[in-house]
């Protein structure tokens, strides 16, 4: 078993920037890829980033591309997510999962944490 632990949401005014952070513990060898996914209030879940776990390939959802940035600490095990220009359908519950695959899709990620709010004010 994954445990994931995020830090980092809070309250922001468009425009402004945010860093996600996800620490992984356990068993982190069965990871391959790690994904930030967002939710906002009365949509369904959706894809924002993942990175694999060795940190060489990144991949974005259209809406963030050149707004948000994925990365990792190897040492620490951790994948932040650096949010820029955030608008207001930025806001939603971030969550970071771990997949033992290489997906974008949610049901491929087996191991989430337990989320993080990120408001973006207008």
């Known amino acids: 078993q994954v445990q994931l632990v995020e830090s980092g949401g809070g309250l922001v005014q468009a425009g402004g920037s945010l860093r996600l952070s996800c620490a992984a513990s356990g068993r982190t060898r069965s990871i391959n890829m790690m994904g930030w996914f967002r939710q906002a209030p009365g949509k369904e879940r959706e894809f924002a980033a993942a990175i694999s776990w060795s940190g060489s390939r990144t991949f974005y959802a259209d809406s963030v591309k050149g707004r948000f940035t994925i990365s990792r600490d190897n040492r620490r095990n951790t994948v932040y997510l650096q949010m820029n220009s955030l608008k207001t359908d930025d806001t939603g519950v971030y969550s970071c999962?771990?997949?033992?695959?290489?997906?974008?899709?949610?049901?491929?990620?087996?191991?989430w944490g337990q989320g993080t709010q990120v408001t973006v004010s207008s």
């Open positions: 999962a771990a997949s033992e695959g290489y997906a974008l899709t949610d049901r491929y990620y087996n191991n």
